[in-house]
């Protein structure tokens, strides 16, 4: 079958991509970034009519997304699943792809463009290389860069292109990160400490924080095949997305922008209250499901959502556990975003595998979870369901061979040979890495663990 491109467009963008320039450099375009920004960045340039903003993404490990798009001159659709018949739309505002593995002069070379003022993130909890005080300065591959490399770390990427810009630069972590923005910029910091120099750039570069949320399951042989189908050419760069999509975007930029805000995105003087509610009511709740769920044998998040004892637990989580540690915000009641959330979970077209939501544990488990057990120990209660949460990983940890995570050396080490819930318990509380002391000591974090894991390996 043809394949999609701009001479084999069956439905044409919402934007004439051949008139849009790059001034977006978008780091680790995964499916996320394809579903999300690029298409609020789509919605912004059709309602001001701003020819300025098309994005270059970089793939940072493999080829396989520029090899995807190359043929297609950039073009890829989103599949939309709802609840009614689903809906496919090309989009038209990445341009071309940078793979950085094999050309990270390129990579730097283009951030450092000043035509670019603003670069996005998506490449995961993990791609930040960070330990918990700060850049992880012991990972080989920082080294290396701070050794003098073409970077591939997006650390070293972003370091090495402000050394060479005279303009100011706005970078926007797009992460599901407590306070990404704040959290990069140390990593920066960091970075240039031990680099022992400052580009002068960098001072003047804003790192607003931002809230994302879009549910994009990794895409499948069967939904390439049913864009073709709906399409009636090959999309083989298509993802599949929920209708809902929010971005929330700290008013904080260096200098020009994207007018996102006309795109659907709402820019705010502070994000904190809705990234605190995203990450402990969506994702920390994502995350139990996955475990539980994946340990019950359950393929998706939405037959895991399904399964009347863990809906239950999920609406408890929330509702006992997560509320009571937010502030909410402005306009935002918690309940019926809870309520909210669950029913989206429960959109069976999407088929969310719970192997992927439960991968890198390890860097999850401090951003979703273990700020809600800290809130709640400090208030005195006792974190009943999110501790079930935790042990639900643990449980996970134990019992998953081929364990998807970027400490699952580590991790495995720790729990080979173990049957017995207390030294399961100790051996992964015992990780420096994921919980801080204040949570190692705890004795009644410690028994609520212990009683979890218990009952988990009993009866699952
Ligand atoms: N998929 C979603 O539903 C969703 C929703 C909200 C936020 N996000 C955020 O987006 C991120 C990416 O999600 P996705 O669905 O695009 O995943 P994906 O697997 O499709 O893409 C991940 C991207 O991250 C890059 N990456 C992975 N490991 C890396 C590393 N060690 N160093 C540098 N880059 C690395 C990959 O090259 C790829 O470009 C998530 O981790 C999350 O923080 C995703
Ligand atoms: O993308 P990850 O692997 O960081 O997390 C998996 C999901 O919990 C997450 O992607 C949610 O789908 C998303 O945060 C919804 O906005």
Redesign the pocket.
Known sequence: MTRLSLTNLPVAPAVDPNALSVGIVH??????????QAVVTERAAVATGETRWGIT??????AT?RDQLAPQDGLYSVLERGLGDPSIQVIGSVRDVLT?PEDPEAVVARIADPAVSVVTL????????AASDGLNLDDP?IQADLAGRPPR??IGQLAAALARRDESLTILS????VANGPFLRKLMVDYFDALGKVPPAFEATRFPAGM????????TAADRDEAARMLGVRDEAV?V?EPFLQWVIENDFAGPRPAWERGGAVLTADVAPWEQAKLRML?ATHSMLAYLGALRGYETIAEAVRDEELGGLARQLMTDDVIPTLTPPDGLDLPAYGATVLERFENPALK?RTR?VAM?GSVKLPVRMLGTVRDRLTAGAEPHTISLAVAAWMVYVLRTPDLDD?QAPRLQSAVSGITDPTKLVDALLSIDTIFTPDLRDSTVFRDLLTTHTTALLHHL
């Open positions: 780091l680790g375009i995964g499916a996320f970034h394809r579903a999300h993404g970089v793939s940072q490990r493999s997304v950085a998506t490449v995961t909890e993990k791609g930040y290389r591959e770390t997006v797009c992460d599901n990160l994302v949320d879009r549910i994009v399951p990794a895409t993802v997305a994702n969310h992927q890198d970027p």
